[in-house]
């Protein structure tokens, strides 16, 4: 456990969320648009949309997995930029152009054979309830829809694609070693291979 890195989420060490669920995620699912990325759309010329993602994130979708901690992603758009990033990453539980969250939700959960309770999604928009109510642990960006302020368990501290994933790994890994001992794996030259 990393005390240090914990005491500055005391709320909720205090209410034992964290311990009581973080330790055993199995899976961390996550939305994109308001969540890996700004939620903005940049439009070339030739119409092609262009998103903005954080390389944080991308140190944390690769992390996560090397401690047993699978990632997914739900998103309700579909984008050339997108899926070369999911790519990249080697993200192999991809729904993209998803607009019944649950249904994939409910897919994923019978493919992985999970539990709920084993799972934490990260969504900041009302799509995203779909959800939601149906994991261990809910999280949402600083700025995620007042809906979801209201009823996520952990409001992070950081806004959409500004190392959401980043900040959320960080919690998870945390709860079970220091992070300078997570974080051994991401120093080493083949990390940054593609998987």
């Given at each position: 456990?990393?005390?240090?890195?914990?005491?500055h989420?005391?709320?909720?060490?205090?209410?034992?969320?964290?311990?009581?669920?973080?330790?055993?995620?199995?899976?961390?699912?996550?939305?994109?648009?308001?969540?890996?990325?700004?939620?903005?759309?940049?439009?070339?010329?030739?119409?092609?949309?262009?998103?903005?993602?954080?390389?944080?994130?991308?140190?944390?979708?690769?992390?996560?997995?090397?401690?047993?901690?699978?990632?997914?992603?739900?998103?309700?758009?579909?984008?050339?930029?997108?899926?070369?990033?999911?790519?990249?990453?080697?993200?192999?539980?991809?729904?993209?152009?998803?607009?019944?969250?649950?249904?994939?939700?409910?897919?994923?959960?019978?493919?992985?054979?999970?539990?709920?309770?084993q799972?934490?999604?990260?969504?900041?928009?009302?799509?995203?309830?779909q959800?939601?109510?149906?994991?261990?642990?809910?999280?949402?960006?600083a700025?995620?829809?007042?809906?979801?302020?209201?009823?996520?368990?952990?409001?992070?501290?950081?806004?959409?694609?500004?190392?959401?994933?980043?900040?959320?790994?960080?919690?998870?890994?945390?709860?079970?070693?220091?992070?300078?001992?997570?974080?051994?794996?991401?120093?080493?030259?083949?990390?940054?291979?593609?998987?």
């Open positions: 456990m990393d005390v240090a890195f914990l005491e989420y005391q709320e909720l060490v205090n209410g034992n969320l964290l311990m009581k669920k973080l330790p055993f995620l199995k899976l961390v699912i996550f939305d994109v648009d308001g969540v890996l990325t700004d939620g903005g759309l940049y439009y070339g010329a030739d119409g092609e949309a262009v998103k903005r993602f954080n390389v944080k994130d991308g140190v944390a979708l690769k992390l996560l997995p090397k401690w047993g901690v699978d990632v997914a992603v739900i998103t309700a758009k579909d984008s050339a930029p997108l899926r070369k990033r999911m790519e990249d990453l080697g993200v192999k539980h991809v729904y993209y152009g998803c607009h019944d969250k649950a249904a994939a939700f409910d897919e994923l959960m019978q493919t992985l054979t999970l539990e709920p309770e799972v934490a999604y990260v969504g900041d928009d009302v799509i995203d309830l959800v939601m109510p149906k994991v261990g642990i809910s999280l949402c960006p700025d995620a829809h007042t809906l979801l302020l209201r009823h996520c368990d952990i409001t992070l501290k950081r806004s959409a694609g500004q190392g959401v994933a980043r900040e959320v790994a960080d919690l998870v890994l945390a709860t079970r070693m220091p992070l300078e001992k997570a974080y051994e794996l991401a120093k080493r030259p083949e990390f940054e291979k593609k998987n």
